[in-house]
């Protein structure tokens, strides 16, 4: 039976926690839109692949603590409330966030954040990530 | 019947975008919670209402455009994506946000919204309105 596309969203967040960054990339459609609002979207894989591979490989441990999530009534749509966490030894990003997913196939095809896009580079800093290499603008 | 949450949040969006503010307070428990996140939050309708009072009575228009939403398994837990809209004269703030809402016997008790702050800000400038006054920091 296919997934459902909460269980698809669950196991989707499982692969960015296991840092496994071509997983995470083909869990997700040729054609997906990824967007950061209100930072422009990345289209397809190539441009997901490499705003997510420092930041997945250099970091020490990768959260998606799911506080909530629903399903609209179109079955493909998910919500989901997050505190992503990356941390780096000692150090930690913690960013609050809403995402929603739209599911095709068994694959992520959309993917939009919301959350506070200073808090998100602020706490990337401390990281030691650059901002403009991480977030495209 | 009493109405579903996905009814009591559609109906609270149209009570913003009436400008009611009193309609907009009483519609939420007296002990509400109210988030910008990851602004510290607003408890209880006293400082809803002064939070939201000139925002709602200086604009000339408001829209709570909502793209598409979905109710958790828990029945009174729902997730919106929206486009806020104030209008004041030609001038106008876009807003792209994500909302979770969380309602008890009928009204809002729980609402947190996820948009990128700086955004809002510069916008809420465009229409005359000096953050920290309208966002409490």
Same mark, same amino acid.
């Given at each position: 039976?296919?997934?459902?596309?909460?269980?698809?969203?669950?196991?989707?967040c499982?692969?960015?926690?296991?840092?496994?960054?071509?997983?995470?990339?083909?869990?997700?459609?040729?054609?997906?839109?990824?967007?950061?609002?209100?930072?422009?979207?990345?289209?397809?894989?190539d441009?997901?692949?490499?705003?997510?591979?420092?930041?997945? @490989?250099?970091?020490? $441990?990768? +959260?998606?603590? #799911?506080? *909530?999530?629903?399903?609209?009534? !179109? /079955?493909?749509?998910?919500?989901?409330?997050?505190?992503?966490?990356?941390? @780096?030894?000692?150090? $930690?990003? +913690?960013?609050? #966030?809403? *995402?929603?997913?739209?599911?095709? !196939? /068994?694959?992520?095809?959309?993917?939009?954040?919301?959350?506070?896009i200073?808090?998100?580079?602020?706490?990337?800093?401390?990281?030691?990530?650059?901002?403009?290499?991480?977030?495209?603008?």
């Open positions: 039976m296919a997934k459902s596309a909460e269980e698809v969203v669950r196991n989707y499982a692969l960015w926690e296991r840092q496994d960054v071509e997983a995470v990339v083909k869990a997700m459609t040729p054609d997906c839109i990824y967007q950061n609002v209100p930072v422009p979207a990345m289209h397809g894989r441009e997901v692949r490499a705003f997510i591979s420092k930041l997945l @490989l250099t970091a020490s $441990k990768v +959260e998606f603590v #799911v506080h *909530g999530l629903a399903t609209a009534a !179109d /079955g493909k749509t998910v919500y989901t409330e997050r505190t992503d966490i990356f941390s @780096l030894g000692d150090k $930690k990003m +913690e960013a609050p #966030v809403m *995402g929603v997913f739209v599911v095709r !196939d /068994g694959l992520i095809h959309e993917w939009r954040d919301y959350c506070d200073a808090t998100l580079v602020t706490q990337m800093k401390k990281l030691g990530f650059t901002p403009g290499t991480e977030i495209p603008s």
